[in-house]
């Protein structure tokens, strides 16, 4: 008879804490992310983590990936946990290893990511005496980290580990520090066990909402006349998709998702009225601005939605925020019903309260309200000159894109500057975690990382990474890895010889002074591809633009380099200028 998995976990489980082994520190570790399912972890050794690299090599669980620089180690893990909703994990060496990883980390802790990154140290007698490849790891992530520890015992790592994965992901989700000092990994202790659950007095996130503040928000958006559901990344991070989608159709109101919040609601339905913000479309931010009760969940109000909050605040309004951060409610914008609580389970008890309630909202005053919307969107904010034939439009390649993939398995990944917003707006995202890019932090040169992280937790789905000329050269030494490790992306390099975004701002504001944004000595990117063992495409005109991207497809085994020429003259629109209100907009180049 076979035995089940169960019970060969219970009978080691029994053995072990009957016949204690002795292990050392790294094969506790190991054995730890074993215990939570780790399935890839991405890294690059060195010499304070060689004992950890060590007991890789004894086991065959959990793959290791080698990166080519730490930075791309934690995107890649980064991009893997966005994805899957998994936590990530990186492991990097000390000194440098950690100071390379830092920009992951920020990137990480911005869009509330759950990671665990393992750092090494020097060993415990030599830490504070600058040894070689030391640095205060614990002191400098402390500002961008969840939480950090430094494991100074071998009997600790066990319980430090299960700690770590367990405030990660739990509360408002963020990468966890676990910094090892080499003598650590080496020593041995009696191992019994990976702890089954985790108690910290100190961190309780509360799930449940107030009851009481549910009602009342019921109570509200019943009586709104001019309703809006403003949604962000915590609704993806809380996988509250399906209940947001369910009361956005049970009671008919428009909806917006943040940048991190795409694809949270069908970006194909009626009642979407695209991203807000910045960027945003003009019914998204006007609908924002003179709504009466806006329902707020898993956002944040941040400074690239709402702009200036003195304008913001000039039209009265009820707000309704959800957020399993306490210390986000009413942190940048004052609120009137405040739900601290898990997205999903708060969504479920508001679902449930209209289902029973007999208040239904006020039908005539929602039609004269979606008549506003729809006046507003005639306006077409996102048109622009799909008739040329003679250069590349950024914006039409993305929408090529979309329409040759939107009923495909595919994810889209991004780096910072133009061509994440043109992604953003002309992508239309039907599903959840299909759109990774930084939000928070804006880092340039995750597009590659966050790929390569998808592609192996993904193998059988499409890959593209959305990327310039100026990002994409960031990280791309991991095509290295891309190659090593057989994770075939399609990047689509929006190529304008510019630091698009800079030069965008530096023609706005600064009247036409391109201080250091042209790019004057750009590599041959198909020779680039093809030295790291990839296909390149080099495509210099609109009617080859399609036939590209069908032949990138077709060789769904090989990385495809393509570097597409486009229009270096075009900014993205619509777009609102520092300091301004949401409502003033420039929507093309005849409002310079």
Known sequence: MEISKAELTSAAAASAANNPLELRGAEILIKALQAEGVKYVWGYPGGAVLHIYDAFYKQDTIQHVLVRHEQAAVHAADGYA????????????????????????ATAYMDSIPMVIITGQVPTHAIGLDAFQECDTVGITRPIVKHNFLVKDVRQMAEVMKKAFHIARSGRPGPV??????????QKTAYTGYPDKVEMRSYNPVRKGHGGQIRKALQLLMAAKRPYIYTGGGVILGNATAELRQLVDMLGYPCTNTLMGLGAYPASDRKFLGMLGMHGTIEANNAMQNCDVLLAVGARFDDRVIG?????????????????????????????????????????ELIAMVKESSA?????????????????????????????????????????????????????????????????????????????????????????????????????????????????????????????????????????????????????????????????????????????????????????????????????????????????????????????????????????
């Open 308 to 348: 200036n909050p003195k304008h913001f605040a000039q039209n009265e309004r009820k707000i309704i925020h959800i957020d399993i951060d306490p210390s986000s409610i009413s942190k940048r914008v004052k609120v009137d019903i405040p739900i601290v609580g898990d997205v999903k389970d708060v969504l479920t």
């Open 177 to 186: 520090v676990v910094d090892i000092p080499k003598d650590v990994s080496f």
């Open 360 to 592: 239904r909202p006020d039908a005539d005053a929602l039609g004269a309200w979606w008549d506003t919307i729809e006046a507003w969107r005639k306006k077409d904010c996102l048109r622009y000159d799909r008739k040329n034939t003679d250069v590349i439009k950024p914006q039409y390649v993305v929408e090529t894109l979309w329409n040759m993939t939107k009923g495909a398995d595919a994810y889209v990944t991004s780096d910072v500057g133009q061509h994440q917003m043109w992604a953003a707006q002309y992508y239309r995202f039907d599903e959840p975690r299909r759109w990774i890019n930084s939000g928070g932090l804006g880092t340039m040169g995750v597009g590659i990382p966050y790929a390569m992280g998808i592609k192996l937790a993904k193998p059988q789905s499409e890959v593209y990474c959305i990327t310039g000329e100026g990002s994409v050269q960031m990280c791309i030494q991991e095509l290295s890895t891309c190659l090593q490790y057989n994770t075939p992306i399609k990047i689509v390099s929006l190529n304008n010889r510019y630091l698009g975004m800079v030069r965008q701002w530096q023609e706005i504001d600064y009247e036409g002074r391109y201080s250091h944004s042209y790019m004057d000595a750009l590599p041959n990117f198909v020779k680039l591809a093809e030295a790291y063992g990839h296909v390149g495409m080099l495509i210099e005109h609109p009617k080859d633009v399609e036939p590209a991207l069908r032949e990138a497809r077709k060789l769904k085994d090989r990385t495809v380099f393509m570097d597409f020429r486009t229009d270096p003259t075009e900014n993205v629109f619509p777009m609102v200028k520092a300091g301004q209100g949401i409502t003033e907009m420039l929507l093309g180049s005849e409002d310079l």
């Open 82 to 105: 966005r994805a899957t909703g998994d936590v990530g994990v990186a492991l990097v060496t000390s000194g440098p290893g950690v100071t390379n990883a830092v920009t992951g980390i």
